[in-house]
Each structure stands twice: as C-alpha cells, then as structure tokens.
C-alpha cells in the first residue's frame, strides 16, 4: 500500500523552536536525532543516527545530559545503560504525547513469531515496489555492519 512517499509522525513534529530553548535552559545537553526527523532539528543535532546508534553514542559519549529526539520508547534503555546521565525527550509542537507511535506499539513478540512461524499475513506489491523498498533496507544494514551493530 503506497500512500505517501514515506515519513514517520512521529520524528515531524518535534519543536524546533521549543528544542532551542530546552538547549538554552541546558546548554550541556547533546541533541540527539533520528534520520527521519525534519531538517531543521538535523542541522542542529549535535549527533545523527538509527535508535540504536543514538543508544550506543548516549551510552559511550562523556556528556551527561542529552535531548532526545526520536521515539520516547528508547529512552528507557538509555537511563538502564547509563542511570548517571539525564534523558530529555524532544518536546513536540503540541502538548499532546505525540512523539510516541501508536502503529509500534502494536507490534509484539508473539505477533511477530506468529508472523514468522505461519508466514502469515501475506503481502504482495507490485514487483518494481518491492525492489524500491529493498534499497533503502539494504542501505540500513549495511550501516549497522560498518558501525558494528551487526555480525
């Protein structure tokens, strides 16, 4: 199903304005961004990449507090790896809780080996789609493997 050419709610709607006074109130703090958000907040972000790349930087970078801008769900694993540092989620334009993704949290292990185990739901597209699609995959684990995040 192609609806759009591809964005993620919930890296376009953080502030950019509200990002800038948070760095004001904390100018120790690192930005950290998602790919996908705008690119006003990228050309501020202090440093740029997948979650798991924001994770391993937050966990091995000598600053101790850090803006983040991405889904609100990593931010867990970031006080459990590093509970000395301080985790500031990016504030979205509004005050709603939009900067978490409603579609990811339907996710869950057992739909996933369910999927997996009875190949099911099945999804077909149009074949010059689906080779699309792969190239941006494969660009994605390509740069987990050079960055070590992948065997």
């Known amino acids: ?10 890296h376009e ?9 948070l760095k004001v109130r904390h100018p120790e703090a690192k930005l950290l961004a998602h790919p996908e958000c705008e690119e006003p907040i990228l ?6 990449g997948s979650t798991t790349q924001i ?4 966990t091995e970078d000598v600053a101790s ?3 983040v801008a991405t889904e609100t769900g990593i931010l867990h694993q970031m006080q459990k790896n590093s509970p000395h540092k301080t985790f500031i989620p990016a504030p979205p334009q509004n005050n709603c809780a ?20 009875y190949e099911t739901p099945e999804i077909t597209m149009d074949e010059a789609l689906r080779v699309a699609a792969l190239a941006p995959m494969e660009r994605m ?8 995040l992948l065997g």
């Open 13 to 21: 709607i953080f502030s950019l304005e509200k990002i800038t006074k």
């Open 43 to 48: 050309r501020i972000a202090d440093f740029v």
């Open 55 to 58: 994770l391993k930087y937050a």
């Open 141 to 148: 684990m390509a740069i987990s493997k050079q960055a070590g």
């Open 98 to 117: 939009c900067n978490d993704c409603p579609f990811m949290k339907l996710n869950t292990l057992e739909k996933l080996y369910l999927c997996m185990e």
């Open 1 to 10: 199903m192609l609806l759009w050419n591809g964005a993620c709610m919930v």
């Open 65 to 67: 507090t850090y803006i």
